[in-house]
Nanobody, 124 residues
Framework: QVQLLESGGGLVQAGGSLSLSCAAF????????VGWYRQAPGKQRELVAS??????????NYADYVKGRFTISRDDAKNTVYLQMNSLKPEDTAVYTC???????????????WGQGTQVTVSS
């Protein structure tokens, strides 16, 4: 079994920055693609950014509305993925959740896992 834990959310003024972390715990052999999602009140969950496995070159992908402002990165030695958020806007306010495809050992298995989310609030 694998558990994902997000941290780093909080309250920030428009134009400010926050750095989110997603740490994975368990019998982890490797972590493949990781995505950061967000969900605002009354809206559907949407993909913000993703990053492929380190063996695939850690290729990144971003939603158009965060390009140039957000950066996703990973540190596999720490089983952690980050989301650096700069130039934040009030419309970025949402619960941010991490999703990861993880290869485990003993038992060997591949599955997707979700964290519980961390609140990001941007004031105007």
């Amino acid at each position: 079994q694998v558990q994902l834990l997000e941290s780093g959310g909080g309250l920030v003024q428009a134009g400010g920055s926050l750095s989110l972390s997603c740490a994975a715990f368990g019998n982890i052999f490797s972590i493949n693609t990781v995505g950061w999602y967000r969900q605002a009140p009354g809206k559907q969950r949407e993909l913000v950014a993703s990053i492929t496995s380190i063996t695939s070159g850690s290729s990144t992908n971003y939603a158009d509305y965060v390009k140039g402002r957000f950066t996703i990165s990973r540190d596999d030695a720490k089983n952690t993925v980050y989301l650096q958020m700069n130039s934040l806007k009030p419309e970025d306010t949402a619960v941010y959740t991490c999703n990861a495809e993880v290869v485990t050992i003993n038992p060997t298995y591949i599955a997707d896992y979700w964290g519980q989310g961390t609140q990001v609030t941007v004031s105007s």
